[in-house]
């Protein structure tokens, strides 16, 4: 559920629902979000349902689809590990394209704002990285001129209730000792690496801790579906008990039949019954001198 709502959050807050950009909806990572959500919550939704009513259809479902949740998170926590030097890479790359485009991109703007409000820093290195950016590079000719996004301004709403947009115009034109009082000076990669290396064992119990919620998931599902599968094995053997002294076993007179060679009585009306409890499947043949069992 925190994934879809993260998913719906990002949607919401970059505006990609609006009527203008719900065509390009199917390149937003945010749908990520919001479809892994969906499926977490549809496998959990179909255990607890199949757990209330002993379903073993939904029960077998939820065992699968945290099977495959599990393998999953697993295989990409290994792959993390074994590249988390390439991935602090990939990150840098990311925040280094994302301040060249953050005009054109929304969805990198989205994610450059939170980083830098959240780790409360500016530009990938310093600050001065949004000199890279045309339209906040002091020779641009707009409003944007020697200016960062409002992201890096520490307190961009001013005492106010409304984000000022333009707090953070002209800092890089003004010396550092002046700009601190406005914006971050410190670059976000490296608080980004004090951050995870700072969470890391954090994060590392988290992990842990959801690999075993999802076995204990697991072994709670395996003893419900061994539990129902006996529960109706026995209410199958009591009807088999109550119903064979009225039709006689069907097994032996299938056989005596067979070896008469006997065919099907003529005046006889087969039909196929329906299943038993879910498990008892038979045949009745309704003959002219009464019921007997096929």
């Not at 757990?51 to 599990?70: D, H, P, Q, R, S």
């Not at 030097?85 to 450059?112: C, E, W």
């Not at 690999?211 to 697991?218: A, C, D, F, K, Y």
Request: glycine residues 14%.
């Amino acid at each position: 559920l925190l994934l879809l709502a993260f998913g719906i959050w990002g949607l919401l807050d970059k505006e990609s629902l609006v009527s203008e950009r719900i065509a390009h909806l199917g390149s937003d990572p945010m749908l990520f979000f919001v479809v892994v959500g969906v499926a977490v919550s549809t496998v959990s939704l179909a255990g607890c349902m199949g757990a209330l009513y002993e379903n073993t259809c939904l029960l077998k479902f939820f065992t699968g689809g945290v099977i495959t949740f599990v393998l999953l998170e697993i295989l990409g926590g290994l792959v993390l590990y074994s590249l988390r030097h390439q991935v602090k890479g990939s990150l840098q790359n990311t925040m280094l394209v994302a301040v060249l485009r953050y005009q054109d991109d929304p969805d990198l703007r989205f994610i450059m704002d939170e980083i830098q409000m959240g780790l409360q820093c500016c530009g990938v290195e310093s600050y001065q990285d949004w000199k890279m950016n045309v339209y906040f590079n002091c020779s641009s000719p707009g409003v944007q001129a020697c200016g960062v996004p409002a992201s890096c301004c520490l307190d961009p709403l001013e005492n106010g209730t409304i984000a000022n947009s333009q707090c953070g115009f002209g800092a890089l034109g003004m010396e550092e000792f002046a700009a601190q009082s406005i914006i971050s000076l410190g670059g976000c990669a490296p608080q980004l690496g004090r951050w995870l290396h700072g969470h890391g064992g954090v994060l590392s119990a988290y992990f842990v801790f959801l690999i075993l919620v999802e076995v204990g998931g697991l072994l709670l599902a395996a003893k419900l579906l061994s539990g129902t599968g006996r529960a109706a094995g026995d209410r199958s053997g009591a009807l088999r008990a109550w119903l064979l002294p009225l039709l006689g076993d069907p097994l032996s007179a299938l056989g005596a039949q067979s070896r008469r060679g006997d065919p099907r009585p003529s005046g006889e009306q087969w039909f196929l019954c329906r299943p038993i409890s879910g498990l008892l499947w038979g045949g009745l043949a309704l003959p002219s001198g009464g019921w007997k069992a096929l």
